[in-house]
């Protein structure tokens, strides 16, 4: 035999070796019974009354829109967003609104205010009207489908708050947007 095969083999050997030896059997243990030591009692099964189960109950409108327990109407990714000097909804601004609207049609006591936002080109008082028909173009789609004016305010902040303050065309289209603010 070579060098390699009696190495191998004399490794193998001892891992044998050791395994056997560190598995043998455990030591019996004997029971011995003294007359001066009562005999032990079996314990006693508690028996605990068993709870009634908590039965939470789920709303029915929750089963059909169970992103509803998570969905937060104030989040800057729930703004609706406008093409330059428009104020005319898309239809992702239409999907976003109607989710808005399952919201607000399942938290009655909720109202929000639509903030109106553009970009910084134009006037003071430009971005000011704009904002204003960007928000009241939402405020009416969701009075179309069916929530109340009275939960529905509208405000322009024009060009005072803008998310993003570079000046490039990604930024601008960030700043031209309606947000929704929660004011009870």
């Not at 929750?62 to 909804?89: C, E, G, R, T, V």
């Not at 509208?154 to 031209?176: D, M, Q, W």
């Amino acid at each position: 035999m070579n060098k390699k095969t009696k190495f191998g083999l004399s490794i193998l050997g001892l891992v044998f070796g050791v395994s056997a030896v560190l598995s043998g059997c455990a030591p019996k243990v004997t029971k011995t019974s003294s007359s001066a030591l009562p005999p032990a009692k079996k314990p006693v099964a508690v028996v605990k009354p068993t709870p009634t189960p908590q039965v939470s109950q789920v709303p029915s409108y929750m089963k059909k829109y169970p992103w509803l327990a998570n969905y937060n109407i104030q989040a800057n990714s729930n703004n609706i967003h406008f093409a330059f000097d428009k104020s005319i909804l898309t239809p992702l601004d239409k999907m976003i609104l109607r989710k808005d609207a399952i919201y607000l049609k399942y938290n009655p006591n909720v109202a929000i205010q639509i903030q109106g936002n553009c970009d910084r080109r134009g006037s003071e008082a430009y971005n000011l009207a704009l904002g204003w028909r960007r928000a009241n173009a939402a405020k009416a789609y969701l009075q179309d489908l069916g929530i109340a004016a009275n939960r529905l305010k509208t405000i322009s902040f024009g060009k005072e708050k803008p998310l993003c303050n570079a000046h490039t065309r990604v930024c601008y289209a960030i700043n031209r947007r309606d947000h929704f603010a929660v004011v009870r």
